[in-house]
């Protein structure tokens, strides 16, 4: 399975643009990049997904290198409420459609008043 | 609402009890997982089933349990609990057809003494 490299913390500015990496250098073809964030407790909440072009929805962005070999989520204008745990992962799709998500430990994104 | 219920939303579980935690979710959505998350691991798989009928193993499995009689329902079983299995468990279920990713439930918190 493709492993996921995201650093463990960042910081950012209330108001500025949050860009969190996230290596995936082993990834397939045929494998997306998904992101999920787990804000304290709560349970894990989907973001965005690509496979090689660049994704925008009301979340976020998902900038994905040519190379696929890695990817940047962006939260355009970071409020305190993205204070959250991120989960870049990378989405194996199994025989007869099944999935798998294997989750790391994920960026801690502290946004600063 | 559509999404996952699951209950109860925190239990403290004398060692040898048996505990059986439910998850429901009403999307009609095929395949479900069970989630650990502990501390500074992340979340890791115990179980999970594709589709009503069928279930498989994760990476943590051992003293776990679940069963699949109906596509709603997805409850995991701790036959005799342990200490080690104090944890903050979540549910979650996806369409992976739809490639929309996981809707997780608000998790579980359990404490085995």
């Known amino acids: 399975d493709a492993k996921t490299t995201q650093p463990t913390s960042m910081d950012c500015a209330e108001g500025r643009a949050a860009n969190l990496p996230c290596n995936h250098s082993?990834?397939?073809?045929?494998?997306?990049v998904y992101w999920y964030r787990q804000i304290h407790s709560q349970g894990p909440q989907y973001i965005i997904h690509?496979?090689?072009n660049n994704e925008t929805n009301e979340m976020a962005s998902l900038i994905i290198t040519e190379d696929r070999k890695s990817s940047t989520l962006i939260l355009p204008h970071a409020t305190l409420r993205d204070t959250a745990v991120y989960y870049c992962?990378?989405?194996?799709?199994?025989?007869?459609?099944?999935?798998?998500?294997?989750f790391g430990t994920g960026t801690r994104l502290t946004i600063i008043p | 609402i559509a999404g996952i219920t699951q209950a109860p939303t925190s239990q403290i579980l004398a060692a040898g009890r048996r505990m059986t935690l439910r998850c429901t979710q009403d999307?009609?959505?095929?395949?479900m997982y069970w989630y650990r998350q502990d501390l500074g691991l992340g979340l890791r798989l115990i179980h999970y089933?594709?589709?009503?009928?069928?279930?498989g193993k994760g990476e943590v499995p051992d003293g776990y349990s679940v069963s699949r009689a109906n596509t709603d329902d997805f409850p995991l079983t701790l036959a005799s609990a342990v200490p080690s299995q104090t944890s903050v468990y979540f549910c979650?279920?996806?369409?992976?057809?739809?490639?929309?990713?996981?809707?997780f439930g608000s998790g579980t918190r359990l404490t085995v003494v």
């Open positions: 979650a279920s996806s369409d992976p057809l739809r490639g929309k990713g996981y809707t």
């Open positions: 082993t990834i397939s073809g045929n494998e997306y």
């Open positions: 690509g496979l090689k």
């Open positions: 992962i990378v989405r194996v799709l199994l025989r007869f459609g099944n999935e798998k998500l294997t």
């Open positions: 999307m009609r959505h095929n395949a």
């Open positions: 089933s594709n589709t009503a009928g069928t279930t």
